[in-house]
């Protein structure tokens, strides 16, 4: 039984279209060590994720992705260069894990976080309750809701 969550990206850096047309990714930078510990230890391979546009006017769910490989180092963390080095994660002692995610659909109804607050159902979703974390949980009930929101035409 898959489980849902969102995840969060700029949609100037990545956005569901950059998913799209490159098929799958990994999801690396995650930074903080919450949404890190869901990366690594919660989320399987075949669940379903929503594909929420963050730092945008406004921000919303674009779409869906699915996991295709489960959580392993993120090779960034490693990378000197890289704008999510991290000197303390080593091969030996890894402190960050991406997933690999492919592109499922592009809602023909893009989502905005205001329409998702005053969704009937979609209360306790935690995009709602103003959670800055850019990987979270969603309930099946609510991934019901939005995804039959999104596949509307407007």
């Known amino acids: 039984m898959p489980r849902y969550w ?9 956005s569901i279209d950059h998913l799209r047309s490159d ?3 990994h999801w690396n930078g995650v930074r903080n060590f919450q949404a890190r510990n869901l990366l690594r230890d919660e989320i399987k391979k075949g669940d379903l994720v929503f594909f929420y546009h963050s730092n945008a006017e406004p921000p ?27 000197p303390k994660d080593s091969e ?28 009937p159902g979609l209360e ?10 850019s990987v979270q949980p969603v309930s ?11 596949r509307e035409r407007s």
Do not use: C
């Open 60 to 86: 919303g769910v674009a779409g869906v992705a699915e996991v295709v490989r489960e959580a392993y180092p993120d090779p960034s963390a490693r990378e000197p260069d890289s704008p999510y080095f991290d």
């Open 6 to 14: 969102l995840f969060k990206s700029e949609p100037n850096s990545y």
């Open 124 to 133: 306790k979703m935690v995009v709602t309750t103003r959670s800055r974390l």
């Open 92 to 119: 030996e002692n890894p402190r960050w894990y991406v997933v690999d995610i492919a592109f499922s659909e592009k809602f023909t109804s893009f989502i905005p976080l205001p329409v998702l607050k005053e969704t």
């Open 140 to 150: 099946a009930e609510e991934f019901d809701i939005v995804s039959t929101m999104g």
């Open 23 to 25: 098929g799958r990714t």
